[in-house]
Nanobody, 126 residues
Framework: QVLLDESGGGLVQPGGSLRLSCTTSARAFSSYAMGWFRQAPGKERETVATISTSGDTYYPDSVKGRVTISRDNAKNTLYLQMNSLKLEDTAVYYC????????????????????WGQGTQVTVSS
């Protein structure tokens, strides 16, 4: 089990930007596939972006071109840069991790991740 701590959420106007960060307790952070997910009230948790141990990324069509996931293995930190934010991006954003020592593939589904942070609220409102 990996401890994850998200930060960087807040209130932003439509069209604005936010950068989320996720710090981890993982001793071998580079061996974990990571992801950002979000959940709005009354909706299921959905994928925002994922990144493999080798740096390959996955974005669903709903956010492609507006968000960028990245990782700094030296700092044990995962990032999510979000631009051109829309009202429908309002949600609690979660960071997640799964061990991936023997594979460098991306994992797109929330069910494929075993460790989760507490989440950080992102509210897009004018």
């Amino acid at each position: 089990q990996v401890l994850l701590d998200e930060s960087g959420g807040g209130l932003v106007q439509p069209g604005g930007s936010l950068r989320l960060s996720c710090t981890t307790s993982a001793r071998a952070f580079s061996s974990y596939a990571m992801g950002w997910f979000r959940q709005a009230p009354g909706k299921e948790r959905e994928t925002v972006a994922t990144i493999s141990t080798s740096g390959d990324t996955y974005y669903p069509d709903s956010v492609k071109g507006r968000v960028t996931i990245s990782r700094d293995n030296a700092k044990n930190t995962l990032y999510l840069q979000m631009n051109s934010l829309k009202l429908e991006d309002t949600a609690v954003y979660y960071c997640a991790a799964r061990g991936s020592v023997y594979s460098d593939r991306t994992y797109a589904k929330p069910s494929e991740y075993s460790s989760w942070g507490q989440g950080t609220q992102v509210t897009v409102s004018s």
